[in-house]
């Protein structure tokens, strides 16, 4: 059935997957079709973007009439800055690991948050570096045994605190196997002004897939615990709803989070109890389900988005890649003005 677009959801794949069978991180490919079929995404309009690693291979395998470029590893978000200022109608989908973010790209992933890059940032969290064979990553767990490298000692970096910490204004995790929960969030995060941190356990099922990792496939169904049902409220635009501020609320109460664009997303409280909107307790439930090896999964953290690197710029208008000459060359006696203040 096609979309408002009269695109079928086999128009949004991509090529086919030479990743390894039963990867995780072909099932988050599949949710990000579904995602951007359902919501009427313009391919056309999207950039994907991605650094090096098995999960810097996915773009090629969905939204296939969307731009693309592949870039070194952990300079993604170089690139993804460049491209958004130079073209701020673009929509921005960015695909990374747990080695190409939480390794080599660490700096470039908190400078990117603190800028509030307006994009989508999905990190394929197995913690592992499947593509050169199985080595532990930045966020392996602590005392984890694995046969050709022997005991990780270091603890591991959480992704999702790190980008709370750095300025992110949307940061959600989630499971490869929870489709249902995968879509939903990357609906919102497509309706989210700004920087929006998807941290998805995508279990690696060559390397990394013992029971007893909790980026295993075994694991992450057994022990994942959702902190909320999440809905998203209609496809499109919804009116503006006057927010209802409790001290206090029941479990049986719906929460609703605005985008940017009018959408909401409606969160249930489950045993958690859990208000994203609230930053110290979004820090303090992660440390917890650290040491606790809890898998909380749904949004971690929300808060109204701040101003965009293009609003902090000051961008025009019409985006800079589509000005003319004229405009972007100053005259002579601009020049000579501009000149002057320095003398």
């Not at 969307?66 to 978000?77: I, K, L, Q």
């Not at 303090?284 to 690197?309: D, F, H, M, Q, V």
Request: charged letters at 20%.
């Amino acid at each position: 059935m096609p979309n408002a677009l009269g695109l079928e959801r086999t128009d949004y794949k991509g090529a086919t997957s030479t990743l390894c069978p039963g990867c995780g991180h072909d099932s988050i490919s599949n949710q990000i079709i579904s995602a951007a079929y359902d919501s009427d995404l313009p391919m056309w309009r999207v950039i994907k973007l991605s650094g090096i690693g098995c999960s810097s291979k996915t773009p090629a395998y969905f939204l296939k009439g969307s731009h693309g470029f592949n870039s070194v590893h952990g300079r993604m978000p170089s690139v993804a800055t460049g491209a958004t200022i130079a073209n701020h109608d673009l929509i921005a989908i960015a695909v990374s690991g747990d080695g190409d973010t939480g390794s080599i790209g660490f700096g470039q992933f908190k400078h990117l948050i603190r800028r509030n890059v307006p994009m989508v940032y999905i990190v394929e969290n197995n913690g592992v570096y499947g593509l050169t064979k199985g080595q532990f990553s930045a966020t392996a767990d602590e005392g984890q045994f694995l046969k050709y490298y022997g005991k990780n000692d270091l603890p591991p970096i959480d992704l999702c605190l790190e980008a709370i910490i750095g300025g992110a204004t949307f940061v959600a995790r989630s499971f490869s196997g929870d489709a249902k929960q995968v879509q939903t969030l990357l609906k919102a995060a497509l309706s989210h002004r700004g920087t929006a941190v998807l941290d998805i356990i995508s279990p690696c099922v060559t390397f990394n897939n013992s029971p007893d990792s909790t980026k295993s496939y075994p694991y992450g169904k057994e022990n994942e615990i959702p902190l909320h049902e999440i809905e998203l409220m209609a496809a499109g635009y919804v009116p503006a709803k006057q927010e209802i501020t409790i001290p206090e609320y029941p479990a049986e109460l719906v929460i609703e989070v605005e985008m940017h664009d009018g959408t909401f997303v409606r969160l249930k409280k489950l045993g958690e109890g859990h208000d994203p909107r609230n930053r110290a307790d979004a820090t303090t439930l992660l440390e917890k389900a650290s040491r606790e090896n809890l898998l909380l999964t749904g949004l971690i953290y929300y808060e109204e988005p701040r101003p965009t690197i293009g609003d902090t710029l000051s961008l025009t208008a019409t985006p800079l890649a589509r000005l003319e000459d004229s405009q972007l060359r100053p005259s002579r006696e601009a020049l000579d003005a501009l000149m002057k203040q320095y003398m």
